[in-house]
């Protein structure tokens, strides 16, 4: 799927990539992307429009992680638009952002669009789903000198509004050659109400990275409160939050920190954290598109995953679920145990980040020179713009934060503690 994408992309043709999640789309479309950079361009050469903040941060990631050298940023709503001025004062090759965030910093920041040549509209079947057409539209009528579309889905070939602009796209369709190694299995539940089933089912799965998905913030505000009396460690994801928050539930969550989510259909799109182990829903989704992006945040490049559904045992199964393994658990014949293990890794905040010159190596250095840690006691780290974390295993976080908080970091003072 790459090769024949990277060869449609570089034959500057309009592209339409169908494949399912976890097969590499994003690093489809962004390879061949930054074969074609100027690199003597000072100006934004690409555009990638994304339906949410997580699947921009992604990318944003993603083309970090690549190394190219090309500048790259992400901006997108409830993050300051002062950072995101800071950011574009200095153009980025390739600008990645939600349609609402883009069409403002477009009508707001006068830089030239003419060197933009290529569009990318990830997941447009979801921007087009909540409501971002008006904005998306705005985008492109500014967008005269583009010559190359590029539209990615994981779930359908939905219909393309005349607006893009595609002209004999080359279609690349993988939806039906999927490597994927989900396994789809059924816990019954006795009880209507599935609170303490739920607790049965966790404790059958046992302390592995998985993600809890319901269908409303409420639910889930009610089986954090559960989860939370049972002493059950765990980080909520839902659109009600902060930014700030859900950034960190989800550094916690990758970093190991925290083994379960708890959250709505917010992450079922965007996130790609290769170790998740299993997906249980809580709350089966209406719809197919969103029950397979759910199921696509594991058993990622061919790796063996489960999808549970936790269904009271007299509920019906809605049609667009099939393959369910033929063996069926009722979670509460199952005999109480514990689901407190004591929690491996720490996450530590650092008041500085990439604007600060900070990078892991010099996290990293700090910590085993002047923290005294060994290298199996240091876990992920992540920097961001103005801010990182690291992971650290959790018998050594209070004396390696006591050992550092305060430290000089290229030539700002930091500050450290946990979160």
């Known amino acids: 799927m790459q090769e024949e994408a990277a060869e449609a992309i570089l034959s500057n043709s309009d592209v339409i990539l169908l494949s399912p999640t976890g097969t590499g789309k994003t690093l489809a479309f962004l390879i061949p992307l930054i074969e074609t950079l100027n690199p003597n361009c000072d100006e934004v050469q690409v555009l990638i429009l994304v339906p949410s903040r997580e699947l921009a941060l992604q990318i944003e990631q993603v083309c970090r992680d690549i190394g190219s050298g090309f500048k790259v940023n992400a901006v997108y709503g409830g993050r300051s638009g002062t950072l995101d001025k800071i950011d574009l004062k200095h ?92 396994t789809v299995k059924m816990l019954l539940s006795d009880d209507k109400d599935k609170l303490r089933s739920l607790k049965k089912a966790l404790a059958f799965i046992g302390p592995q990275l998985g993600i809890i998905f319901c269908n409303h913030k409420d639910a889930l505000e009610r089986i954090h409160a559960f989860l939370a009396e049972q002493n059950i460690q765990h980080e909520c994801f839902h659109g009600g939050m902060e930014q700030v928050d859900r950034e960190r539930a989800l550094v916690k969550f990758r970093n190991g920190s925290s083994k379960l989510l708890l959250a709505t259909d917010l992450a079922a799109r965007g996130l790609d954290i290769p170790e998740i182990k299993f997906i249980l829903h809580y709350h ?88 005294e840690i060994k290298k ?39 500050r450290i503690n946990l979160i």
């Open 284 to 371: 089966l989704p209406l719809h197919k598109k969103e029950f397979i992006h759910r199921n696509g945040r594991t058993a990622r490049v061919n790796e063996h995953s489960i999808a549970y559904i936790l269904q009271w045992k007299d509920a019906e199964i809605p049609d667009f679920i099939k393959d369910i393994a033929p063996e069926e658990l009722n979670v509460d014949e199952q005999p109480d145990s514990t689901l407190t293990p004591p929690q491996e890794w720490k996450t530590l905040y650092i008041t500085g980040g990439r604007r600060d010159k900070i990078s892991k190596g010099d996290i990293a250095g700090l910590f085993f020179k002047q923290g």
């Open 91 to 182: 153009r980025p090759a390739i600008l990645i952002g939600t349609p609402g965030r883009i069409a403002d910093r477009l009508r707001r920041d006068n830089f030239p669009l003419e060197n933009i040549n290529t569009l990318v509209l990830d997941e447009y079947d979801k921007s087009l789903e909540v409501g971002f057409e008006k904005e998306m539209t705005q985008i492109i009528e500014k967008l005269p000198y583009v010559g190359q579309r590029i539209l990615t889905s994981a779930t359908s070939y939905a219909k393309i509004p005349e607006f893009i602009g595609l002209q004999e796209p080359v279609i690349i369709d993988y939806l039906q050659e999927t490597g994927s190694q989900l």
């Open 376 to 414: 199996d006691q240091l876990g992920l780290i992540e920097i961001k713009q103005t801010c990182a974390y690291a992971a650290v295993q959790a018998d050594a976080a209070e004396k390696l934060i006591e050992k550092t908080h305060n430290s000089k970091l290229k030539k700002k003072k930091v």
